[in-house]
């Protein structure tokens, strides 16, 4: 699909000051863009990650779905990402009090991958190619 110009996933957080400081430490860069309301990472040309508080997404949501806080620490997505050195990824993650799922594994798909958990219980996998 080349009309799609850049990929933006947006976590929906309870404290997105909290969210901040565990990404920051997570990718070892500041925030792109840290304002009340939003929080967002360029991680690459094409790709950016966004972190915005349970509440304001809850305020576009209206009553249309239930409010996000109702699935806190329930894991509601994964984000997997290709790193150049998985181990030094594990590593930092690790330091950094995320809460580990699985450590590195070579997966049948054909990924050397290890797992954490955010804050919210959003799952984070660090994957290099076998």
Same mark, same amino acid.
């Given at each position: 699909?080349?009309?799609i110009l850049l990929t933006e996933t947006i976590l929906y957080v309870a404290n997105q000051q909290a969210s901040t400081d565990f990404y920051e430490k997570l990718f070892r860069q500041k925030a792109d863009l840290n304002v009340p309301g939003m929080t967002?990472?360029?991680?690459s040309d094409t790709c950016k990650l966004g972190?915005?508080?349970? *509440?304001g997404i809850a305020?576009?949501?209206k009553d249309k779905t239930p409010h996000p806080q109702t699935g806190q620490g329930i894991p509601r997505c994964e984000l997997y990402f290709y790193v150049a050195d998985v181990a030094t990824e594990y590593a930092n993650a690790l330091a950094l009090g995320a809460k580990e799922i699985s450590g590195i594994e070579n997966r049948d798909w054909g *990924?050397?991958?290890c797992y954490f958990a955010d804050l919210d219980g959003h799952v984070i996998a660090f994957a290099e190619r076998l």
């Open positions: 699909m080349q009309h967002e990472f360029r991680l972190l915005m508080p349970n *509440d305020k576009i949501l *990924d050397k991958v």
